[in-house]
Structure formats: C-alpha cells, structure tokens
C-alpha cells in the first residue's frame, strides 16, 4: 500500500528554493567573489533552473543583496543573543560577540569588502540599520547616558568603523587578541566618561 504524500505549501516551497538559491549564493560569492560568480555557477550548485533563480529574484544584484541582508541579520542575532544575556556587561559581551561572529569564513568579505562595493554605502547603511547598527546604538545608550540623539547616532556610526576595521584585520590573519582589548577598553572609556 502506497503512503499519502502531503503536499508542500507553494509558500513554504517557494521559501525553501529562496534559502536554496541564497546559501548556494552565498557559497560561491564567499569563494570566488562577486565579480567571478556567475549566475549559470548559482544555479549549477543549487541544481535549479535560471527560470528558479529569476524567479525569486531580479538579478545577480539582488541576489546578492539578499545573501548580504542574510548575513546581517545572523550576525545581529548572534550580537544580540550575548548581549542580552550578559546583562550589565552586554556592551563588553557584545562586543566579543561581534568579533566572534564575524570570524564565520567569508562574513568580512561579504560585510565589509563586496557589500559595499557592489551594493553602495548607502544601501549597506541601511542593511545595517535594523540590525548590527541598531544593537550598537541601544548598547551605547546604555552604556554611555546622557548624550543627545545626534551624538549618539555619530558615536554608533563612529565606533562602528573601528569594529569593522578590526573584523577586516582579524579576517586578514592579524591577531585578534590586541583588536578584542583595544576595543574593550574603548567600550570602557565610555562607561566612565
């Protein structure tokens, strides 16, 4: 007797092959780059069909875009999930967290070399906005009380670049002992001043 197949939802199809395309995606821009990542690549490791591919998506571009946006909000969560239970510490435990979640292989490049690049400051910017940018702001608030709106959103978008530009030294071989303690100790200076 043959068992009954339950069909699949369309929806939860459709986001299975979106996850599909992404982390293949994802995969091949880590290892080659955006430049060298072909979409007849994408859909070869994902065993799909271009149609599936422009289905989901418009282009390249905006597959790559989802594949950063992916990213992102992993590593917020990540960000997020240690700061919260660290509790009075979280912007320390935060900040460790970061660092830690950025040495997954390919993450800085795909972050802070070709996001940028292909998709612009401004759109990475907002990518950022709702996820890592926002946790660092609402620690900085915190940790640093009594500054105005605007200063605060200068110090986030400030110290932000110290972090990527620590993550980018880390992911280049650098050591991450000397980036993890200057950025402690920077995270301190704020708590007492």
């Known amino acids: 007797m043959q068992g009954k197949n339950t069909p699949v939802p369309n929806a939860d199809r459709s986001a299975a092959m979106r996850s599909r395309l992404i982390a293949c995606a994802r995969k091949l821009f880590v290892a080659n780059g955006y430049a060298e990542t072909s979409t007849p690549e994408i859909v070869r490791e994902a065993k799909v069909t271009r149609g599936a591919l422009y289905h989901h998506f418009k282009d390249k571009q905006d597959l790559f875009c989802a594949v950063v946006t992916a990213e992102a909000e992993a590593l917020a969560k990540s960000v997020e999930k240690e700061a919260l239970a660290a509790g009075q510490d979280a912007m320390s435990a935060g900040s460790l967290a970061f660092f830690q979640a950025m040495s997954k292989p390919g993450r800085a490049r795909l972050l802070l070399i070709d996001g940028p690049a292909v998709l612009g ?24 009380s009594g500054l105005e709106p605007a200063e605060l959103d200068a110090l986030a978008d400030a110290l932000s670049a110290a972090y990527d530009r620590a993550a980018l030294a880390i992911a280049e071989g650098h050591d991450p002992d ?16």
């Open 178 to 193: 000397p980036y993890v303690r200057a950025m402690s100790r920077l995270i301190g200076s704020l708590k007492s001043g």
């Open 121 to 144: 400051t401004q759109e990475m910017a907002r990518i950022d906005a709702g996820g890592g940018r926002r946790t660092l702001r609402d620690g900085l608030s915190s940790a640093a």
